[in-house]
């Protein structure tokens, strides 16, 4: 038998073409590339020609002949061209290309691409795309903070290049600190992911920078109504480069967001990345450093209130390896994350606040092809965490939490691929310490499993089960409608680790060739979860107290193209329930019923429009009872009293606000002037000027409602 491999990449750049699809006419079977855009296909009957297709949306489609040797592995480097046709560009958010028999659960492949043909609210962001996705719920038009799956937002984990990023937000949480235009590939888990990743109770976002051109310099720049960036890329012998850089010059139209509230922050990031592989000197090898930087402050020039703080930085190194003639390819990567973020309350009644975090993890991994096309990945890693946590007391004096600890983890699975019809994923983590402890002796594991049958040609069901554990937490306010800052922390050894079992169940349909559905059920058990303690008395009570959980719901996504429409969508019907010292209640992000719409359309010399609508059901909120006069002693001499006017709640989120909608619109052109491409993009926000509730004040009563209607703009120029 004979092995192909290969590597699919973009002709202009070279940039790796993550999920491109290739495919064996005269086998009727192929693969799909992975988040390098490496594939392999095993198991060729040797010693003939086949025809290989490669597609890649947004790309024209290829075919080539290839001739597989008796016991070889034949390499090919696969270019793609970029097709004119726009409408190809426009993919289905979430959308992932892979084999037929490959045993994944509710994992969402998230386009760039598609990001700019969506309406923006203030820039194209990575993580408001998130709420167009079943399973994913946004709090607020003021957050791009997302919580899955009846999780809070803390659960959520997101790598850069494989390195944690603690404060993933700009501007109070409004978008991420993550630029789109230096992302090459993003993976998004909802739930059910496999070993190699841990640390978090309910999903896991993996980014993957781009390498920078390999064929030419080049550059771009673009402005909106908040910020500007610019990215310069190009080859160097045996390598390339980029830099990219955003810094924030206007906030005036921030004021939108925060119901016309001044907004005098600012932020900037910044990253860069280098690769070199050289193969005179060894065939397969590529090192890649990359690095990462961002920047938070909100002075209010106002003793009366807080300002903030915080700051972001991330250094890496990978090594990859695929060696020559053989079915093996391993990889080790290096990281460190730091974060650091302070409150300073001024004269505002808040308390001090820094937090401080260095992380410092080393990874490395080894996967093997079978012949059967079945594959096993074995790996180890070690995560080194100090933390530093001040706090100021009820007294005005500071204390310090700090923490310092190690967890090194085993993780090994088996993908069973040998079957046409039949896929199955198994594997095991298993943590040798834990960071609260530690100490050796701490053990225990985190089995997973998922499993996929095809039943028909265009129908297949799916499943999956795994628990995880989470031991870092943010010390915040569930109940908080606007966090700005969460400190974080290891989770106190007074605490089991939290942990989270995910059981999972699903359907893949395809009728006819132009429209797709997958339906998904999931449910949830958590326990031990980090809560703050909101009755903590006296100084011996504990901050955090452990609470249970569930969460449960059916997901049902859809993707229909006609003529030069096409529409997308997704409807999710879920509940969520939290259980704390024997009191159950809805946490703030249970929504009971939540759709999204996407409407794209190609209107020809280079116009793309597109409208979403949004729609959720009421969320959980504690209702404002009464007040009464209570009395308050401003001078025990005389015994002066004064009277004012004291809140009463009900229960816990008993009550529910009224429904969400929105419709939003974009229109998108490009052109081409004097060798350079220009990029124009005008969207508007909540068209029909919806007065979509945010809070009720609780000291008056008022209410507040969300982003208005609101037209923004974004200009970008290529080189």
């Known amino acids: 038998m004979g092995t192909f491999r290969g590597i699919v990449v973009d002709s202009l750049n070279d940039e790796a073409l993550s999920y491109a699809n290739i495919f064996i006419e005269e086998l009727g079977r192929g693969s799909s590339t992975n988040a390098s855009g490496i594939f392999h296909i095993t198991s060729i009957p040797p010693d003939k020609f086949y025809t290989v297709k490669v597609s890649y949306v947004g790309y024209v489609t290829k075919n080539l002949k290839v001739y597989i040797g008796r016991g070889q592995i034949t390499e090919e480097k696969i270019q793609l061209t970029t097709t004119s046709f726009m409408m190809e560009t426009i993919e289905k958010l979430g959308r992932l290309e892979r084999a037929p028999n490959e045993a994944v659960v509710s994992l ?61 937000f700009h501007a109070l949480g409004l978008f991420s600190v993550i630029d789109p235009e230096i992302i090459n590939s993003v993976e998004f888990y909802k739930g059910g992911f496999p070993t190699e990743y841990s640390g978090r109770l309910s999903s896991v976002m993996s980014i993957v920078t781009k390498e920078g051109n390999k064929n030419r310099y080049s550059g771009r720049a673009s402005s909106s109504y908040l910020s500007g960036k610019a990215l310069v890329e190009g080859p160097y012998p045996y390598g390339s480069f980029f830099i990219s850089g955003r810094k924030s010059f206007s906030t005036d139209i921030l004021q939108k967001f925060l119901n016309n509230q001044n ?73 460190v994350s730091n974060f650091r973020g302070e409150q300073n309350p001024n004269n505002s009644g808040s ?63 088996y993908k069973l691929m040998r079957h046409k019809n039949f896929g199955l994923e198994f594997g095991t983590r298993f943590n040798i310490t834990r960071i609260a402890a530690g100490t050796a002796g701490e053990n225990f594991m ?119 429409f096409k ?56 209702q404002i009872i009464g007040y009464y006069d209570k009395a308050y002693f401003t001078d025990l001499a005389n015994r002066y009293l004064r009277y004012s006017p004291y809140l009463m709640l009900g229960s816990k989120n008993v009550g ?29 926000l909540n068209v029909y000027d919806r007065g979509n509730i945010f809070y009720f004040e609780r000291d008056t009563g008022k209410r507040v409602n969300m982003l208005p209607f609101l037209p923004t703009a974004t200009v970008k120029l290529e080189i």
Not at 305 to 330: A, C, M, R
Not at 460 to 475: D, I, L, P
Not at 574 to 581: F, G, I, M, V
Not at 657 to 683: A, C, M, N, Q
């Open 656 to 684: 529910r606000l009224p429904d969400y909608h929105r419709l939003d619109f974009s229109l998108s052109k490009v052109t081409e002037f004097y060798g350079l491409k220009l990029y124009l993009d005008v969207s508007v």
């Open 351 to 413: 308390r001090y606040m820094k937090n401080e975090i260095a992380d410092l993890s080393m990874r490395t991994s080894i996967n093997y092809l079978f012949p059967s096309n079945d594959e096993v990945m074995a790996g180890i890693q070690i995560k080194e965490i100090d933390s530093r946590l001040e706090l100021e007391n009820i007294r005005g004096g500071i204390s310090a939490i700090d923490t310092y600890g190690a967890n090194i983890s085993f993780f090994a699975k």
């Open 446 to 564: 985190e089995p997973r499993i998922s499993g996929l049958y095809r039943l028909t040609d265009n129908l297949s069901v799916k499943g999956g089960w795994g628990r995880y554990f989470q031991e870092f937490t943010t010390v915040s306010d569930e109940n908080a409608l606007l966090t700005i800052f969460e400190p974080w922390i290891v989770s106190p050894k007074y605490l089991k680790p939290a942990s989270s079992d995910h059981f999972i169940l699903g359907f893949e349909f395809e009728p006819i060739p132009v429209i797709s559905l997958e339906l998904e059920t999931y449910y949830k058990l958590l326990s031990n979860v980090p809560t703050l303690n909101e009755q903590k008395y006296y100084l011996e009570d504990p901050d955090l107290l452990p609470a249970a959980g569930t969460a449960y719901g059916i997901e049902l996504a859809f993707d229909y193209y006609f003529d030069i």
């Open 108 to 168: 969402e492949n998230i386009s760039v691409k598609s990001l700019e043909t969506l309406p923006k609210g203030v820039e194209a962001d990575i993580f408001r795309s998130l709420q167009f996705l079943p399973g994913v719920q946004s709090t607020g038009d003021v957050s791009a903070r997302y919580n899955v799956r009846g999780g809070s937002s803390n659960q959520n984990l997101v790598l850069l290049n494989g390195a944690t990023v603690y404060s993933p």
């Open 263 to 335: 907004a005098p922050l600012e932020f900037y990031d910044a990253a860069f990345s280098a690769s070199y592989s050289n193969p005179k000197i060894i065939s397969g090898r590529k090192f890649t450093v990359n690095g990462f930087v961002s920047g938070d402050i909100i002075d209010h020039n106002d003793p009366s209130k807080e300002n903030y703080k915080w700051f972001n930085s991330i250094y890496g190194l990978k090594w990859f390896q695929v060696l020559e003639n053989s079915p093996l390819f391993y990889q080790f990567n290096i990281n």
């Open 567 to 622: 529409l997308s969508g997704g409807y999710t019907w879920s509940r969520a329930e939290k259980e704390l010292n024997g009191f159950k209640y809805a946490p703030r992000y249970d929504v009971r019923n939540a759709a999204n719409f996407i409407l794209q359309a190609d209107l020809g010399n280079e116009f793309i429009a597109s409208a979403t609508f949004s729609y959720h059901s009421g969320m959980p909120y504690t």
